[in-house]
């Protein structure tokens, strides 16, 4: 019952005031009534509805419900829906940074501020799923693991953000960090192994290439790793877009 509450509270509010409203102007009209109520049988019903007292108890109180949910829009619906919007804003560039970052194999995506990012799609999500499907390309992973190193700390601390927005977001915006902190510890081992750092000297001698059978086990594996938990990111940014649409 809660949660179907918290999902249509706002359609379930706007129903009640239009429905209150319209009983109330029924009741200040004081429409006429039908023929077949004007016997002896609804004389008594009838004089109960259009009576003076009936007018100001229920008209008073169908005033007071409508005031109330105008009230409700202006004080608590409004700013809250600034306050989601503003936070849907701030989340979803953090997620489009990694987005971003991977499809276009910038390495150093870290480094640009939120703002910089395009707006995060689900066609962008999809092409870069597709893509960890197959063969990959080192910088793509390279630059979703800089990205990590960068962001892990600030999507930890935004999971009272994504709050403002439901419990159902928050769940999924931990699992999004969850991911990202495996990355991000993928990435500091590999850098402490001298594998990231290979891996970097690698791309910028030639550019764009793929880790192959010839390639050491080490740089195998990571490439492996890299790909399975960045897949499930992106399946998560997925659902994320889904669940804030």
Known sequence: MLDWWDKYRDRALLC???????????V???LDVPD?????????????FQSKAFEDIVGDMLTGLVAAYIFYVFIDW??????ERRARKLLNSLVAGHVESFQCAEISGHAKSLAEFKALRIED??????????ETEVASLLAIAYMSKWSHQMMSDSLQV????GIPQAQIWMELTSR???????SEKAEKSGVLDRLRSNVDAVGAYVIGDISFVDDREWNDEMKSQSSKFFEGARKWIEINK
């Open 16 to 26: 009640g005031s239009v429905i209150a409203f319209g009983l109330l102007m029924l």
């Open 28 to 30: 200040k009209l004081k």
């Open 36 to 48: 077949y109520m004007r016997g002896s049988d609804w004389k008594t019903w009838v004089e109960f």
């Open 78 to 83: 409004m700013p809250r829906l600034n306050a």
């Open 125 to 134: 999500l999809e092409h870069n799923i597709i893509t960890l499907r197959g």
């Open 162 to 165: 994504s709050l403002v927005l």
């Open 180 to 186: 990202i902190a495996k990355i991000k510890y993928l």
